[in-house]
């Protein structure tokens, strides 16, 4: 590839850092003043990005030919980019592969870090595509109080919590960035390409730096691209182009508006966005849940014991102050944490409906709630725990060394591509 041409003026898709009297949401920070959480309505406005209404989720129901994920049907994933062509691209019969991504900050994943897998990973089956992971490691050394040791060292933990949710090896390449950028030269060329195209003026704007910033951080927003161009894996495409879904939390969207304004530039598809709403903390939707306050979150190391407490003492009720309020008013699922919790997590559409109802008319109690809640992440936990025991460093080094994948190239089987 030669050089791009003279760097021009970037507009963007909306305003990448959504700010007003209410909410803040960027890449580093999502809070609100509501208890209810951020108006999604108002960041798809600033962000402009679309909602997934009913239309599409009955076209993704087509194409995918089963049922949506509850996950996707519940409006948890709420946003999108361009789905719509990449559905239609796929009816052609045409393919497109899946990039997602975890920023290490902590030894363990916490809940909230799941969702985003979940989706992918059903994502994956459906339709039978071939998946990228990148964990930021150096993201974390920039902007955390961490050594490149340290970062590298959870990129690795984190990846294995990743691996016990099901994978398959032989269709998903995990990478660390402090690691792969030594072993493909691919991705560093990538990255050159893209800063090329992004002025400092610009960079500030899309993400806020300031002078006092160190310059790590002025570059990282290209490493976090790259992976969006398949050129970067030059072992599982070759020079071919190929499409890119991105299913992540909306709070990233910033990083692929930049992309997708590059990625004509230099001869690439815009990537596709998938959004996801945030994982409230335990103390209420204001905040996300956060692996940096750990009553905040409930890990994947937790022990049963420990999620009992964190949700008995932390996690926010919508119940009413009395015993007798709460049985004649009843409690605010739209602001309760457990309630909440189970959105996410219970995927029996009617039992979750008939304990929405319950909560509402003041039958079922805050603690009663909170014990359901409890249970279904002991659940959770436990059967990941037992999982995460059979991820072996032999079997994180064959997720995370440079390979051809597994997957069906537009008709044709990709191991004779």
Request: with cysteine; glycine share 6%.
């Amino acid at each position: 590839m030669g050089d791009i041409l003279p760097i021009e003026n970037i507009k963007l898709e909306g305003d990448c850092n959504a700010v007003d009297e209410i909410d803040i949401v960027n890449p580093w920070t999502v809070t609100s003043k509501s208890d209810t959480g951020v108006d999604y309505d108002k960041l798809i406005e600033r962000f402009g990005s679309f909602r997934i209404d009913d239309t599409l989720l009955l076209r993704l129901e087509k194409v995918a030919g089963k049922p949506v994920h509850p996950l996707i049907k519940r409006g948890i994933f709420f946003s999108h980019r361009d789905l719509h062509a990449l559905l239609s691209m796929k009816e052609a019969g045409k393919t497109f592969y899946l990039y997602t991504g975890r920023g290490p900050s902590s030894d363990s994943m916490h809940v909230g870090h799941l969702i985003p897998f979940i989706v992918t990973k059903w994502l994956q089956e459906t339709f039978d595509v071939p998946l990228v992971i990148q964990m930021t490691d150096d993201e974390k050394t920039l902007w955390k109080d961490l050594t490149v040791e340290q970062s590298m060292k959870m990129a690795r933990e984190n990846a294995k919590d990743i691996i016990a949710m099901g994978f398959d090896v032989g269709k998903t390449f995990i990478f660390a960035n402090l690691d792969y950028m030594g072993r493909c030269p691919a991705f560093y060329q990538n990255i050159i390409r893209i800063q090329k195209c992004v002025t400092f003026n610009q960079v500030k704007g899309i993400f806020g730096f300031v002078d006092s910033d160190v310059i790590g951080k002025i570059g990282f927003p290209a490493a976090q691209a790259a992976p969006a161009f398949s050129t970067t894996f030059p072992f599982i495409f070759g020079k071919d182009k190929l499409p890119v879904l991105i299913p992540c939390a909306i709070d990233q969207d910033p990083y692929f508006r930049m992309t997708r304004d590059v990625a004509p530039r230099l001869g690439f598809p815009k990537p596709v966005l998938l959004h996801s709403s945030f994982f409230p903390a335990l103390q209420g939707a204001k905040t996300k849940m956060s692996a940096s306050d750990t009553n905040s979150a409930v890990f994947l190391t937790d022990t049963p014991k420990q999620i009992k407490n964190k949700i008995n003492k932390h996690a926010f009720s919508g119940g009413r102050p009395t015993l007798e309020e709460h049985r004649e008013f009843g409690g605010n699922t739209d602001i309760d944490v457990s309630y909440q919790l189970l959105r996410f997590f219970m995927y029996d559409d009617e039992e979750l409906e008939r304990i929405r109802i319950s909560y509402s008319k003041g039958e079922l109690l805050s603690g009663e709630l909170k014990k359901i809640a409890i249970e279904t992440l002991q659940s959770i936990v436990a059967d990941h725990q037992r999982k995460r025991q059979d991820v072996t460093d032999a079997i994180l080094e064959q997720f995370m060394t440079p390979r051809k994948l597994n997957y069906n190239f537009n008709g044709v089987d990709s191991k004779k591509y």
